[in-house]
């Protein structure tokens, strides 16, 4: 099927011929034919690497180092940084192996390697000691050195932590006092099902294969009833059934990120967003993305847009009969939501009653520590591996978010699953994190230099049928929310979209992280948010300031946007009629390995 033999044909010519911004197209195809040879070398060093760019990384370190050697002021400050460490961890030895040790060096406040009171014995405590002052060294040598730029000290910062944590105490069995009390404790099976899970991993990771989601959709999870009413190459939509006698009369679209599987917001029914708005009345559509294969390679960011959102929307307003809709969009689907909101305001379409930002940027000079892999050397050397395969796969994209958090999810894991002989956690989340999706070469490539190397979206130079778009062209109301603990959308990148905007935005802050922090229903423990609203003609107030002078809430953010939307979603009236349908819910989409 070709999804752009609906597109005029001036209007391919042009997508065929342009980039954003006017730019010749970066396609390898378009490119002379030497290059494929260049291209088809750095994919291969790619599946050596991880899929980083050593050139990047040399980039870096040259930066880093070179500076550091024309700072002799800096030399020194860490020559003699050095010495104290070493006297200090000196003095907390002798002193721990009479029992009574200093003060320790205390890990950050995330680090929950050596909290086990096993760690705060002789000679553990000095093996820990010894390893967190070399880790405070490492920082301070890769940081404020004078002349090195921000994103090169950042990678450098990084890559020094992985190496660190690599060699940590709490990895080995020699020098994790845990580990050798759990193997006395059970003869040693721990190690023996330990093997037996790193081999299983292995030939998983040797056959490029994953650990199967242990949820099916349809089965344990996305089981909220509906119908499939659209279905296109790219999508299919999903209407979800009314359980109220009466409903609002305005519906509500969902773009969710297809990095992601929709069902994150219709997991177990205890934990599903779908479910807790259908019982509160609202009329709910989401959009299920396809699951790219290598043949889908040139669909574009702008086919997301047209074929994802805007054919949805068509379809939502014709069933429902309603006027408006709103529409929430999550992550990257929040992104692609913000342009497609500004594309219709540009060009009189007034669809939209509210649009709604789950953890979603619209500015991407702050993007947080996924910026350390993405710059014009990375973002050239994965389009290389994605131009190879046609696709950016599951595995490399899970590898970078690993490693924003190796700690956690490398090392510890590695820790509880093949040393303590700790199964991984098994509920619907983590079911759901392992069924990962493909992204198409085209498409990702545009992503990362349009949005991320070039912010065009912010800048107001993001093209969409050839003409600019502009966020102070949208003047519908807005509800963004941020997380906590976001890694992937930083909270405090996520309030950009207050100065960006021209209109009301009511800003939600709420505890957890991209997913945890999203997925938190009533009754959630320890859960809290902030809320305020900031109307268009109001003072800026920065994200630190906003932050300190909102009161705090205790409980779910759920209720509270429920309300702010049904504000907007109009009166009670009759539930619609269900008209036609392709097949049941959850599709087949979703469904696609």
Not at 105 to 130: E, I, M, T, Y
Request: proline share 7%; hydrophobic share 40%.
């Amino acid at each position: 099927m070709n999804i752009l033999s609906d597109i005029p044909p001036s209007e391919q010519r042009r997508e065929a011929s342009t980039w954003q911004g006017g730019a010749r197209p970066r396609y390898p195809e378009a490119s002379v034919e030497h290059a494929h040879v260049d291209l088809a070398l750095n994919a291969a060093l790619g599946r050596l690497t991880g899929y980083v760019s050593p050139a990047a990384l040399a980039g870096a370190w040259h930066d880093w180092a070179t500076h550091l050697l024309l700072s002799p002021a800096k030399q020194l400050e860490l020559g003699v940084q050095a010495m104290n460490n070493m006297q200090r961890w000196l003095q907390y030895s002798t002193s721990a192996m009479f029992g009574t040790p200093a003060e320790p060096v205390q890990p950050l406040a995330q680090d929950k390697r050596f909290n086990d009171p096993l760690w705060h014995a002789w000679p553990w405590n000095q093996l820990s000691q010894g390893f967190l002052l070399t880790q405070q060294w490492w920082h301070r040598a890769t940081t404020d050195v004078r002349g090195v730029s921000s994103h090169h000290g950042d990678v450098v910062t990084f890559i020094a932590r992985q190496l660190l944590d690599g060699v940590a105490p709490s990895n080995f069995i020699a020098t994790n006092p845990v580990v050798q009390q759990v193997t006395l404790a059970s003869g040693g099976q721990n190690l023996l099902h330990g093997m037996a899970r790193a081999g299983t991993d292995m030939r998983r990771a040797l056959a490029g294969t994953s650990a199967p989601a242990s949820l099916r959709p349809g089965r344990d999870v996305a089981i909220t009833p509906g119908k499939v009413v659209m279905e296109n190459h790219l999508v299919e939509l999903l209407r979800y059934d009314p359980v109220t006698p009466q409903v609002h009369a305005v519906p509500l679209l969902i773009v969710p990120a297809w990095i992601m599987k929709y069902y994150i917001l219709d997991l177990s029914p205890h934990n599903s967003l779908v479910r807790y708005l259908v019982e509160h009345g609202h009329t709910v559509y989401m959009i299920s993305w396809k699951n790219p294969q290598a043949d889908d390679r040139d669909l574009s960011l702008d086919d997301y847009r047209r074929h994802g959102i805007m054919e949805s929307l068509d379809m939502v307003v014709r069933e429902s009969g309603a006027p408006q809709i709103n529409a929430c969009g999550y992550c990257l689907g929040g992104t692609l939501l913000a342009i497609a909101a500004a594309a219709m305001a540009r060009d009189g379409d007034e669809r939209l009653a509210s649009m709604t930002l789950l953890a979603a940027q619209v500015d991407f000079t702050e993007p947080g520590e996924l910026s350390l892999f993405i710059d014009e050397s990375q973002v050239s050397f994965l389009e290389a591996v994605m131009w190879q395969q046609g696709y950016l796969d599951t595995r490399q994209m899970a590898g970078a978010f690993q490693l924003l958090r190796s700690n956690d999810l490398i090392w510890s894991r590695r820790l509880r699953h093949y040393l303590l002989d700790i199964p991984d956690k098994d509920n619907d989340l983590a079911s759901w994190n392992a069924d990962a999706t493909r992204m198409p070469y085209r498409m990702h490539s545009q992503y990362l230099r349009n949005l991320f190397l070039q912010n065009s979206l912010a800048s107001s130079r993001y093209l969409v049928n050839g003409r600019p778009v502009a966020l102070t062209d949208i003047h519908i109301p807005i509800l963004a929310v941020g997380t906590m603990t976001d890694h992937v959308a930083p909270w405090r990148s996520v309030y950009k979209i207050i100065p960006l905007s021209d209109t009301s935005v009511t800003f939600l802050l709420t505890s957890g992280g991209h997913n945890a922090g999203v997925v938190s229903p009533p009754g959630t423990p320890n859960r809290s948010y902030q809320m305020s609203a900031h109307e268009h003609d109001a003072p800026y107030v920065d994200p630190d300031t906003w932050q300190a002078e909102t009161r705090v809430r205790e409980g779910s953010w759920w209720p509270a946007w429920e309300h702010w939307l049904a504000r907007l979603a109009g009166p009670w009236v009759a539930p619609p009629p269900q008209g036609r349908s392709v097949r049941d819910a959850p599709g087949h989409y979703v469904l696609e390995p």
